[in-house]
């Protein structure tokens, strides 16, 4: 009798044909869908005010079918102030990726040994990372400022990446250690029987099966860099300001900015989105522990 | 020959991979090469984030001791524990902590249970689930501080935010002069809170979709068969099975949560009682440039976050050592 | 099984560390660029916007790059101060104001510029407003800032409301007559309110018009002997009648209202009057301002002294640190020059030209063609401003809506989230200006020998 394990899909549904079409369910179904619309309006609100005009964007009530026009977004390419956000969104992409990639390589040997091979006191060492994640970092900041002061290292996106790994490793560890968890020991013990070494036995054997574990990680760790706000508004000048802090700039105290805004924000927040999408799948995937082969 | 697969013989390869950690190919380590082999791979990693997490922190400490007002550069010197006295008697400060502590309850608690309900909707098939899915995902996606000024200026604004617009649009339709509710002016907790769970609800939503989704239908369908209720199922198998997911998406939730700064930067900049720790921190560094003050403010926090962090980790402990499914 | 290992491991970190080493040399990014470049830290008022935009030109005619850090006021000023105090060097100009260049010049944060000056006669320092060019010089009498803008405060006013209704304001109002004509114009027009009035916390908004209407109502920050008079008659005479003013005729949104919300409201007829700064004449004028040609200007209203509009000037100030100090002068120079202003008018219209700072910005007659309303009661605002003596008692330090103190940016704000509260009627004004004086008197005392 063989084991169900094998036999088991990998997503799970709540599969109950004969009662597919009832009522009841339609009626949840709908409830989704409100809720989801209710969710979804402020970001349609979003982009709808970024292709209005400043005076269409601040009228009460709000005009929802005004005409439609381009100036917030021309305004943020570039049209008002000759600056153009490119070289901001180039800052922050190098920052979020090199850093991603950073965290990858520290977090995931660190959980293969804190999962797979584990070191005696691992759990003590899980709470180590974590703790260090609890601690507000607005509190380490003067100490990283002046260092980066003295080091000449201010307005320089190799301060930017150290920080943002620093920020995403506890949770990177965490999550990749749920992940490895749940590789078979079969395999690892068939490697170490073939004579692996700990290094061959990373790379080929446990990483392409935790590869939607390291996707989801990665896109994690990503999302979080390309967010972050405070380090790079402190520690950035005119090089190696992000887009987060490009976007603040467009908040003025004098004068009408709400479409501006909007088209910086819903330009600034594209990568993330799309990133998001693309990924939902592997995020749900490596989240629900699912069963591998 | 039995056909129903019981839990015992679906759970064993899982239950020998997680109780046995330790009995990983070759036994447990004896040797003290064995034992750094096992190491090697861990410290990078632990190297790399105690040097950039705990030094400037001793540096943090040491600050704290002094008495540095960067405004006033003559007037640097020792201080002894001027700063803490000044930390602890600050009522500023006490009411930062409280806000912190009910701002992320709230937003915890509140985006845990809307994301279980949405989650549990979501887990049944219906026209265009994944449509919903991927709509409901989104808030998450937006970067903070855009989400916040959009609610800031596109929402909240008393004079052309969208909830006053709505309102008089509503009013118009049946004549007569809508409330205009200074909503940040009246709830600015509340403002706030709102816009975290906006945005942390589909995380959480996420995490226990995937735990719901991870549930043994042979479980279930067992269940079923044996004749129990949709209410004793999810009481007696899909709460159980959750119990895992919802502690780490709170435990999650928590972390990111206690450290938001965007929300209350943009939406108040602290006002009206809204300042949360990291807030109250920044404000100390950079508006009164009392570097001493604001250090010993970390360290303070600092301490009693890692008293929390222990008693919250070893409540939730169940993560780290049972790891039942 | 280790072997292979530990060889990885250091070259990997070798390799790491000499890449740091590499990149450890000053700025690395996309943005920005040319070593050489000018760097400047602004605030993103629309003049400076319109500056980043014609920058080019500068780059031309000198051959000298600059780049710009734009960022809103309150992200300005605590980045400023950051930058200033730490002497980074991130930035060699920075857009502060009268406020932080006297004392960030006694602390030795600031280039004297009067040699610069001396070698730049095309610059013209006499034509600089004589209230301006004072409050820009340190406790040493050198000068340490050049404005870009200067701005008083004065009283805008819907003349085609208040004409429908039959009421004059005269050229020197009082508060009691504004405050009985804002009751008489309210609901002028449906949704219309009387006045706006700012509310929004922090030192530089709602505490700016409110400290000179303390000033002209008798009260003060300090005495001569820094005792904060926060809860003394005058200041709270001035805070009941301010807050009551906002409260039965003023703006919906008070709490939250600065600058920018006051001038949508009154650009889109939700109030007929509102008293601030001069700067706002321009949109309000402006090519796109639905109200332009409607509005009214008249002096900042009074109760016991002459005067009371408040003296504010965005000016250039070269970081000490610097590296590019002659080059920074030379933008500087170029920025608050009368080419400049020039400039503006013919490229973007004279309605936006960078005023207030120079007499002949007020003769020039294209100028005067666009902004014959406001030119005159803007002169008079910022030359009838007393930065020395604005009240009716002696003070220990200059500023008008001010007090010229470091810590004034943090008990300032704190007083003025207090007294936000009570405009938003969640506190009593009386226990909002006790808050106050406690956070004064700390200061004070800091002060006090």
């Given at each position: ?5 094998a036999?088991?899909?990998?997503a799970v ?7 597919k079409?009832r009522a ?7 409830l989704?869908?409100?809720i989801?619309?209710i ?8 982009v709808?005010t970024s292709?209005h ?12 079918a ?5 100036q917030?977004?021309?305004?943020f ?7 153009s956000?490119?070289p ?9 990726v ?8 520290l977090a995931f040997?660190a959980a293969?040994?804190?999962s797979?091979?584990?070191?005696r006191?691992?759990?003590?060492v899980?709470f180590?990372?974590l703790?260090?994640k609890?601690?507000?970092l ?7 400022y002046?260092?980066?002061q003295?080091?000449h290292m ?8 150290i ?15 749920s992940?490895?968890a749940e ?12 004579g692996a ?5 990373m790379r ?14 990665a ?6 860099s390309?967010n972050?706000l405070?380090?790079?508004?402190v ?7 992000t ?17 501006k805004?909007?088209a910086?924000?819903?330009v600034v ?15 749900v995937?490596g989240?629900s522990?699912g069963?591998?082969? | 020959m039995?056909t ?7 759970r064993?390869?899982?239950g ?16 003290s ?23 400037p922190?001793v540096v943090?400490l040491v ?5 540095w007002?960067?405004l ?5 010197g ?18 930062s ?6 701002l ?5 608690i509140?985006s845990l249970?809307l994301?279980?309900a ?8 219906f ?12 808030p998450?996606?937006i ?6 000024l ?11 935010g969208?909830i006053n617009?709505?309102?008089t649009?509503?009013?118009d339709l049946?004549?007569g002069?809508a409330?205009q509710?200074?909503?940040?002016t009246e709830?600015p907790?509340i ?27 042979e479980v279930?369908?067992a ?16 709460l ?37 720790l990291?807030?109250?921190?920044y ?6 440039h ?11 926090v600092?301490?009693g ?6 008693l ?14 | 099984?280790l072997?292979?290992?530990p ?32 760097k ?6 629309p003049q400076?916007v319109d500056l980043q ?18 960022l ?7 980045k ?8 980074a ?5 920075a ?9 960030y010049?006694?602390n030795?944060w ?11 006669p095309?610059?013209?320092q006499?034509d ?6 004072l ?5 040493d009498?050198?000068?340490y800032?050049?404005?870009?803008y ?15 209704k ?7 109002p009082?508060w009691?007559?504004?405050a ?16 706006c009035?700012?509310?929004q ?13 303390v000033?002209?109502?008798g009260?003060?920050w ?23 003013l906002?409260?039965?005729?003023g703006e ?5 209202a600065?600058f ?7 650009e889109?007829?939700k ?6 700064a ?13 109200v ?16 009371s509009?408040w ?30 202003e ?7 219209g ?8 120079r007499?002949?910005t007020?003769?020039n ?5 666009v902004?014959?309303s406001?030119a ?23 500023g ?12 300032g704000?704190?007083?003025s989230?207090a007294?936000?509260s009570a ?9 909002a200006l006790?808050?106050s004086q ?8 800091l002060y006090q020998?």
């Open positions: 009798m063989t084991t169900a394990v036999q088991r899909p990998v549904t709540d599969t109950r044909p004969r009662r079409w009841g369910n339609a009626l949840l179904g709908l989704a869908w409100v989801g619309v969710f979804i309006i402020p970001v349609l609100w979003m709808l292709f005009s400043e005076a269409d964007a601040s009228t009460n009530p709000p005009s929802i005004a005409p439609l026009t381009l917030g977004y021309r305004q390419f570039g049209q008002g102030t000759g600056t956000p490119w901001y969104l180039a800052n922050s992409i190098t920052a979020s090199t850093s991603t990639i950073l965290v990858l390589l040997p293969y040994a804190l797979i091979r584990p070191v006191k691992w759990s003590d899980l180590f990372f703790s260090t609890m601690l507000p607005v509190a380490g900041l003067l100490p990283i002046l260092f980066a003295k080091a201010l307005d320089n996106l190799f301060i930017l990446i920080l943002y790994t620093t920020m995403n490793l506890p949770i990177a560890v965490w999550m990749m250690r992940f490895l590789v078979p020991i079969a395999i690892i013990e068939a490697a170490a029987i073939d070494g700990v290094l061959y036995t080929k054997i446990v990483a392409p099966i935790a590869v939607p574990g390291i996707a989801a990680t896109l994690i760790c990503f999302i979080f390309w972050e405070l380090f790079a508004l520690l950035t000048g005119v090089q190696a300001q887009a987060p802090v490009f976007l603040t700039s467009f908040v003025t105290s004098q004068g009408l900015f709400l479409a805004v909007c910086a924000a819903v927040s594209i990568p993330v989105v799309v990133a998001g999408f693309a990924a939902q799948d592997k995020l995937q989240l522990l069963a591998v082969k | 039995a129903q697969v019981t839990d015992a013989e679906v064993p390869s899982r020998r991979r997680r109780a046995d950690r330790s009995a990983a190919p070759g036994g447990p380590p004896t040797t090469r064995e034992r750094w082999g096992r190491r090697a791979p861990l410290l990078p990693a632990l190297v790399f984030l105690i040097i950039v997490t705990q030094l922190f943090t600050i704290s001791f002094l008495r007002n960067a006033s550069p003559q007037t640097r020792w201080a002894g524990l001027d700063n803490y006295k000044k930390v602890f008697t600050d009522p500023a400060l006490r009411s902590v409280i806000f912190t502590i009910v992320t309850a709230t937003v915890v509140v249970l994301g279980l949405i989650a549990l909707l979501l887990d049944r098939a026209l265009g689930r994944g449509v919903v899915r991927t709509i409901m995902i989104t998450f996606l970067v903070p501080v855009a989400a916040a959009l609610f800031k200026h596109g929402i909240y604004n008393a004079s052309y969208l617009g709505t309102l649009w509503i009013w049946f004549g002069t409330p509710p200074d909503w940040l709830y907790k403002m706030i809170e709102v816009q975290l769970i906006w945005q942390w609800t589909p995380f959480m939503m996420l995490i226990l979709l995937a735990g719901l989704q991870s549930r043994d239908p279930m369908e269940a079923r068969v044996d004749g129990a209720s949709t209410w004793q199922m999810f009481t007696y198998i899909t159980p099975h959750m119990r895992q997911y919802l502690e780490l998406a709170g435990l999650l939730g928590t972390i990111f949560i206690l450290q938001t700064f965007d929300a209350v930067y943009v939406i108040t900049s602290g006002g009206l009682g809204t300042a949360n990291p807030y109250t921190i404000q100390t560094f950079f508006s009164a009392d570097y001493g003050l604001a250090s010993a403010q970390g360290v303070v600092v301490v976050s890692l008293i929390v962090a222990t919250a980790l070893r409540t939730v402990s169940g993560l780290l050592r049972e790891e039942k499914t | 099984m072997r292979g290992v060889k990885r491991i250091v070259t990997t970190l070798v390799t790491l560390i000499a890449a740091s080493s590499l990149t450890a040399c000053g700025g690395l990014g996309w943005a920005g660029g040319s070593g050489n470049a000018v400047v830290l602004m605030v993103n008022n400076m935009k014609l920058s080019g030109t500068f780059t031309q005619q000198t051959g000298i790059k600059v780049d710009f850090t734009v809103p006021e309150n992200d300005l000023r605590d400023a101060s950051l930058e200033f105090a730490s002497q060097g991130q930035y060699d100009v857009t502060l104001s009268n406020f932080e260049i006297p004392f010049s006694k030795n600031l280039t004297p510029m009067d040699d610069y000056i001396a070698k730049d095309a610059f013209d006499a600089i407003l004589k209230p301006i060019a409050s820009l010089t340190g406790p009498r050198k000068i800032g050049e404005p870009f200067g701005e008083s405060s004065f009283l805008m006013y819907r003349k085609d409301v208040f004409a429908a039959g009421l004059t304001v005269p050229d020197h009082t009691d007559q504004i009985d004509m804002a009751a008489k114009v309210d609901n002028a027009q449906p949704g219309m309110r009387g006045i009035l700012r509310g916390p922090g030192w530089g908004q709602v505490l700016a018009p409110l400290t000179t209407v000033n002209t109502f009260g003060t300090f005495d001569k002997d820094w005792n904060a008079q926060v809860n003394g008659p005058g200041f709270t005479e001035a805070t009941n009648f301010y807050v009551n906002v409260r039965s005729h919906i949104g008070a709490a939250q600065g920018t919300e006051c001038l949508t409201d009154l889109q007829g109030v007929a009057m509102w008293y601030d001069t700067s706002a004449a321009g949109s309000l004028d402006g090519k796109d301002s639905p332009a040609g409607k509005i009214g200007y008249v002096q900042a209203p009074v109760k016991l002294t002459k005067s509009g003296l504010y000037a965005w000016s250039w100030a070269i970081e000490k640190a610097s590296k590019n100090k002659d080059d920074a002068w030379k933008f500087v120079s170029w920025a608050s020059s009368k080419g400049y020039d400039l503006v008018g013919t490229k973007l004279w309605a936006r030209v960078p005023a207030g700072k007499t002949s007020y003769t007659p294209d100028y005067l063609k902004a014959r406001f005159g009661p803007t002169l008079t605002a910022i030359q009838s401003a007393n930065p020395v003596s604005p009240g009716v008692q002696p003070r220990p330090t200059i008008i809506q001010f007090v010229d103190i470091p810590e004034f940016t943090d008990f704000t704190a007083s989230l007294i936000g405009i938003g009627g969640k506190e009593s004004v009386h226990s006790e808050t406690r956070l004064a008197a700390n200061a004070g005392k020998k």
